[in-house]
């Protein structure tokens, strides 16, 4: 190499470190700090951030309020209040914590209902018995939830339910194109058949009434899916006390760390 294609070399690897840097320090300065108030409402409320260290808690405070800065929450019939925000924040949160570059790039908007509605998005007639649900077709990369169940999920903390983490369960879900109950982002492709195999199982359970899982679970494997990692979040130490090998396969698709 000669000395001038040696110098152009040199020019271009410093130019591409200074972009480097610049890009790197842009993506810092964008985040800014979560509002104490919020932290306050995280500390009242979530029992994952609760159990995190110092270092932990930083970092979920910061991709709840990246989350926040990009994805637009509305309320329809109900005004969305900090607590709201926060938790939704939280529930996108906690099914990805351990994967620091994830963001959802299948959603755009969260609308907050006050109860229930049904399928048409109606809060009221018959059937109101939706409390969440991702959006198909022109309601693609939009989220549905009912106010009163994502208060509910976060206040309770003895059942194994929390609507939000359910759908935002079924977006990860839905990453690889299908929401089949196999997060295939999630989950090496040995393992696909020993989880088919291990939610056909316990589907069975839930049909014979030998299960604690919630039934709504057994609808299918999507539901299933959804239905147990709530379990796994909400109640760790349970699930893993009664159902070992759920709770292990689980573990490794969320890469459980402290929890
Ligand atoms: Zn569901």
Redesign the pocket.
Known sequence: MDVAALTLLIIAILALAFLIVLRSSKKEAKIKPLPASYKQILLDNVLFYQRLDDEGKKNFENRVERFLSTIIITGAGTTVEDIDRVLIGASAIIPIYAFPHWEYSNLDEVILYPETFNEQFEIQGNNRSVLGMVGDGPMQRTMILSQAALREGFSNKTDKNNTAI??FV?LLDKTDGATDGIPEILLQHKYVLPWVEMMHKNIDSILKNKSDINPYGATNQ??FF?VVSEYFFERPHLLESKHPDLYAMLSMMFAKKNI
């Open positions: 359910h759908e079924h999507a539901e959804a």
